[in-house]
């Protein structure tokens, strides 16, 4: 293997589901070039299922086939089931029964099996980040919990159970990315606290994790302190070949974040593929997501001699791990295994139990004024509406976007003599930037629940948006997907209309 192909097997590069036929050619190329493997965002089932089978044919060495799949695999790939967020199942099981248990493992069976259906064996999950910080606007409920303990519990729990079929799981972000307020996509955030904190909460789990066998662990773009006050972690190594190497004892895979978040391409003058060339230098042995992997394996090869000890501690790693992934790829799964109906009510009943105990609820004959507060601009909750509508006969429907200017009084006048339900949505995604709503619908919430003669709030968001709200009901869902949606004005329709719809 020339050096070229040794640098091409350290990188992921990204292959887009949606166009695989499309640019089928380009990945083949790569493929061809010894690309290490691709990471997957979106697709359909059967698409995503054959790219990647024929990509497979084409490889020389088997490449890794991975996705965020933090919430299944239909989180990316269009057909397959989707959970609720970390956060929500911790908060629907109970550790210490063991029926929970039983469903919490089935779930994680499922996401396993369905991502081994479509030919993907690294799942870049767990997250086990203790979110500590309620600004946090990008890990927020993808964490499990701002309790370092339980987040180390259902980590194990998922390393455990993604890694028995044969798969490889991921520990994110390294050394931790819970206490944060800005997003690493746009900015670096900063780590200030001291390494007794750091011990007793963020890497906590990630030592748990790595007692527990996990094959990969992610350096997120973070810069942490008490570590190395001078570089972000993936770019550090103070912190991948001291501190996680020799002080933790992990001998397993480093991989990057992906390399074209600008947390890491500002440090390098704006350059992804020096970037690379500083996170290599620092330890990792995976590159993410560049943004060019071509332009990476020609500034890497362009180092000389200097670089290959660097590149073969890396592709030595490598090819350890990835000599036990033939196996599992020959027993692929049938796509009819995906999605299924017992799938989407293992999924459904991990919202349900998140959801907790409904107060009250709404009647057939009763004056509603759903409100909908879209912080994304997104159209968002037309199944809560559909749902709502199925059953209630008199529902006003007000819908504000982020960027509405709404008549205030004439939207106040509008809820008088009606029970107000609001739903809420805000997702927490890169580039965002913020993980609550703007102050302008926070306001517009707050005096539409003091203007209600009886007041429901809905959040398909992050919990920590609602502790401002005093309304009469509040249940919050984690998430916007529809099955949640669906599921959260189910259970807001009061019992006796239930038996009747």
């Known amino acids: 293997m020339d050096n070229r192909r040794k640098i091409a097997q350290l990188i992921i590069a990204r292959l887009d589901g949606s ?33 990647i089978r024929r990509l ?74 203790v979110n500590i910080n309620p600004q946090n606007p990008i890990i927020c409920t993808r964490a499990f919990s701002d309790n370092p303990r339980t987040v180390a519990w259902f980590g194990r729990e998922f390393v455990k159970g993604i890694q028995k079929h044969g798969l490889i799981a991921c520990a994110k972000h390294f050394p931790g990315h819970g206490d944060t307020t800005k997003d690493s996509h746009r900015e670096l955030p900063v780590v200030r606290a001291d390494m007794a904190r750091l011990k007793r909460v963020e890497l906590y789990p990630f030592k748990e994790v790595i007692n527990t066998g996990v094959r990969i662990v992610m350096a997120g773009h973070l810069k942490v302190n008490a570590i190395d006050p001078k570089y972000p972690a993936s770019l550090s190594a103070k912190t991948l070949k001291v501190f996680l190497r020799k002080k933790m004892g992990f001998d397993g895979l480093v991989i990057t974040d992906a390399m074209n978040m600008e947390a890491v391409s500002k440090i390098a003058g704006g350059s992804c593929a020096k970037a690379c060339l500083m996170a290599l230098n620092a330890g990792a042995d995976i590159l993410l997501h560049p943004d060019n992997p071509e332009e990476v394996i020609d500034l890497l090869s362009s180092q000389g001699n200097e670089i290959i000890p660097e590149v073969e501690r890396a592709l030595d790693r490598i090819l350890s791990v990835k000599k036990g992934l033939g196996k599992s790829q020959s027993e692929l799964l049938s796509i009819r295994s995906v999605g299924t109906k017992s799938h989407r009510e293992t999924a459904g009943e991990l919202i349900r139990r998140s959801l907790g105990k409904i107060k009250s609820g709404i009647s057939p004959d009763e004056e509603l004024a759903v409100l909908i507060i879209d912080d994304d601009n997104a ?109 959260v004005s189910e259970l807001l329709i009061s019992p006796a209309l239930r038996e009747k719809v």
């Open 379 to 487: 159209q968002s909750g037309k199944m809560f509406i559909k749902t709502v509508k199925k059953c209630c006969r008199k529902v006003k429907t007000i819908y504000i976007e982020n960027t509405s200017k709404p008549d205030m009084q004439q939207l106040l006048n509008s809820l008088k003599g009606r029970t107000l339900v609001a739903a809420v949505f805000s997702k927490v995604s890169a580039w965002k930037g913020r993980s609550g709503i703007s102050g302008e619908l926070m306001a517009l919430l707050k005096k539409a629940v003091r203007a209600s003669r009886r007041s429901i709030v809905a959040g398909f968001c992050s919990p920590y948006i609602l502790q401002e709200i005093k309304a009469d009901q509040i249940i919050n869902a984690y998430s916007d997907s529809e099955q949640a949606q669906e599921i």
């Open 56 to 129: 497979q044919k084409e490889a020389e060495i088997p490449l890794f086939i991975s996705s965020d799949l933090e919430r299944g695999l239909g989180q990316h790939v269009e057909g397959g089931t989707l959970f609720p967020p970390a956060m929500a199942i911790a908060k629907a099981i109970n550790q210490r029964s063991k029926g929970d248990i039983r469903l919490l493992r089935n779930a994680i069976d499922i996401m396993a099996l369905e991502a081994k259906a479509v030919g993907i064996n690294v799942i870049f999950a767990p997250v086990v980040d």
């Open 19 to 51: 166009d695989i036929t499309k640019k089928y050619d380009y990945y083949r190329k790569l493929t061809r070039k010894g690309i290490g493997g691709f990471i997957i965002f979106g697709g359909k089932l059967k698409e995503v299922r054959d790219g």
